[in-house]
């Protein structure tokens, strides 16, 4: 698909995103929406391209793979990718906030890059709880005991969960597109036709010849999705290339294709989370001071701000961003990280 993208098109994704926070937070989330707040001016991409070496340290089931920046004795910020992503949406943001005296984690989830299962006989799960669970297990291997939590796509739904059930685990939270925990029951309702066909990818993964064609075509996979998802981010071969490398780790694909079918109910969870996904489940409210932040041209399925605000109830602030698609940090890094500065100070 070429990178274009059309009005029409934009308003499309637009109507399926607020058919998709209905069917999340209740058909009332459309009727008593409210004007986005002003938009933020669009903060480019710097010229970084890559972290310093890569470090791994062995937490709970996994050997992770992360980059760090920053002064040891700063306090942490605990930064964490989406899919189809990885560590290099925070390549800008990092030295932004290691200058600013801030010590920078972006670990890789599992099924990306440099991190690997310690034994082969884990299962190969992606459910929401258990990414959730490493980066605390990853948390406690390193001795940090708080950190600020930055994320967006499934990095938004990591660090939301953490603040949720960890609270005492974090200092504060940028959550891009909002409140994104989840739960099987939710996920099986029907959504408007506009809204289903924006989540065509998952429908795609429920079956073999999806997991398949996943599997045979992951990086042209991942690149239209980087497309759709931002339409107005003219990112080139090298930046694709540099992150798509991550993909290629050789849990990626049963990690992808279980998040999406335990999504619909159509794969099993393991029974060590399901005490964390039953809490999951009833929407808990988030109590640390947190900044949500939307882009104006992101064209994934998301929820409009109006429909999470009340999921929040220590200090908010939601900001927009002008211009930007679904990977925020990597489109907008200044904005992105000034949040995170800004929220610390909350």
């Not at 970084?48 to 040891?72: M, R, S």
């Not at 925070?90 to 890789?108: K, R, T």
């Not at 992101?298 to 605000?309: D, E, K, L, T, V």
Request: aromatic share 10%.
């Amino acid at each position: 698909m070429p990178p274009e993208f059309n009005p029409q098109r934009r308003r499309f994704f637009g109507i399926a995103a607020m058919t998709v926070a209905a069917a999340e937070f209740g058909m009332g989330a459309i009727a008593n929406a409210k004007a986005p707040a002003a938009s933020l001016a669009v903060a480019k991409a710097g010229g970084h391209t890559a972290f310093a070496a890569l470090k791994q340290i062995k937490a709970g089931v996994l050997d992770i793979g992360y980059a760090e920046a920053g002064p040891a004795d700063g306090p942490v910020v605990l930064l964490v990718h989406g899919w189809p992503y990885d560590i290099h949406s925070y390549v800008d943001v990092a030295p932004i906030l290691a200058d600013a005296g801030y010590h920078v984690l972006i670990p890789y989830l599992r099924g990306y890059g440099t991190t690997r299962f310690v034994s082969d006989e884990t299962p190969r799960n992606g459910q929401q709880a258990a990414l959730a669970a490493d980066m605390i297990a990853f948390m406690d291997a390193l001795g940090v005991e708080k950190a600020i939590l930055g994320g967006y796509d499934w990095g938004a739904r990591t660090v939301n969960i953490m603040a949720a059930l960890w609270p005492d685990r974090c200092q504060a939270m940028v959550s891009v597109s909002g409140y994104l925990i989840g739960s099987q029951a939710a996920n099986r309702k029907p959504l408007l036709p506009a809204a289903e066909l924006s989540w065509w990818y998952q429908f795609y993964f429920a079956t073999e010849r999806g997991r398949l064609g996943y599997a045979a075509n992951t990086h042209e996979f991942a690149k239209l999705i980087w497309r759709t998802a931002s339409p107005t981010w003219t990112f080139d071969d090298a930046t694709f290339n540099r992150s798509a490398a991550a993909l290629d780790n050789p849990d990626h694909v049963d990690i992808t294709i279980h998040n999406y079918r335990w999504r619909l109910g159509l794969a099993e969870g393991e029974a060590a989370y399901d005490a964390l996904e039953k809490q999951l489940a009833i929407g808990p409210v988030i109590t640390i001071p947190t900044i949500t932040m939307e882009g104006d041209a992101n064209g994934a399925p998301h929820p409009q701000p109006s429909a999470y605000a009340k999921k929040f109830s220590g200090r908010y602030e939601h900001r927009d961003v002008a211009r930007i698609g679904h990977n925020l940090p990597q489109e907008a890094p200044e904005a992105f990280a000034q949040a995170i500065i800004d929220v610390a100070k909350f």
